[in-house]
């Protein structure tokens, strides 16, 4: 499984854009990146995921380079409630392959006012 | 929108107790998960759960540990002897379909204390 490298914390204003990197320096061909976002006391909740190039939902932006060794998690104009922490996970693929997630610590994103 | 429900929220026992925390997956996934998470650490998967058999389990999950699905819609845990080190943060999860880059859905998790 690949590891990830993400920042440990990130403060952010009300309103603004935030852009949280992960580096997956050892992906495979298989892999897919998503991310999970998880609130205090809370399970964690899928935002987000993709294989290459640009993936927009209704909640955020994922960008992925052509070589697919970082992936960056944009969330546009956030607000007091998107206060959580926000993991990037790397999943390999294929018959046969495991269905846990593998979390690091994540990104603990503090959006204040 | 439908949603992976535990009981009990929290769960206050004694070291050596036996203690069953519950979970209904949504009604049609397949896969079945439980993870934990000790205060201020990452989430662990424990084991995963399909066809009535665990198909994966880590080695956090030790012959301490079972779970068991006894009907159509309750997934459960069963930890037969707790310790102390037990204590943490128990989430269930369920997935339509296999593979981690598929969608998990995970329920609000039930805490365990182990006194």
């Known amino acids: 499984l690949a590891k990830t490298t993400q920042p440990i914390s990130m403060d952010s204003y009300e309103g603004q854009e935030v852009n949280i990197t992960c580096s997956h320096n050892?992906?495979?061909?298989?892999?897919?990146i998503t991310w999970y976002q998880q609130f205090p006391s809370q399970g964690p909740r899928f935002i987000i995921q993709?294989?290459?190039t640009k993936v927009t939902n209704e909640v955020a932006s994922l960008f992925i380079p052509a070589d697919r060794k970082s992936s960056t998690l944009s969330l546009p104009r956030v607000s007091l409630s998107d206060t959580a922490v926000y993991y990037c996970l790397v999943g390999d693929s294929g018959g046969g392959a495991t269905n846990k997630l593998i979390f690091g610590t994540g990104t603990l994103l503090a959006v204040q006012p | 929108e439908p949603e992976v429900t535990q009981t009990p929220s929290h769960q206050v026992t004694q070291m050596g107790q036996e203690v069953i925390l519950r979970c209904v997956p949504i009604s049609n996934h397949l896969y079945f998960y439980w993870y934990r998470q000790i205060l201020g650490q990452k989430v662990e998967f424990l084991v995963s759960?399909?066809?009535?058999?665990?198909?994966?389990k880590s080695e956090i999950f030790d012959d301490q540990f079972s779970v068991e699905r006894p009907d159509g819609s309750n997934f459960t845990l069963k930890i037969r002897s707790t310790k102390l080190e037990d204590s943490a943060m128990y989430f269930c999860?369920?997935?339509?379909?296999?593979?981690?880059?598929?969608?998990?859905?995970f329920g609000p998790g039930t805490r365990l204390t182990v006194l």
């Open positions: 050892n992906i495979a061909t298989n892999d897919y």
């Open positions: 993709g294989y290459k």
């Open positions: 999860a369920s997935s339509l379909l296999a593979g981690p880059y598929n969608e998990q859905f």
């Open positions: 759960f399909y066809n009535n058999e665990i198909s994966e």
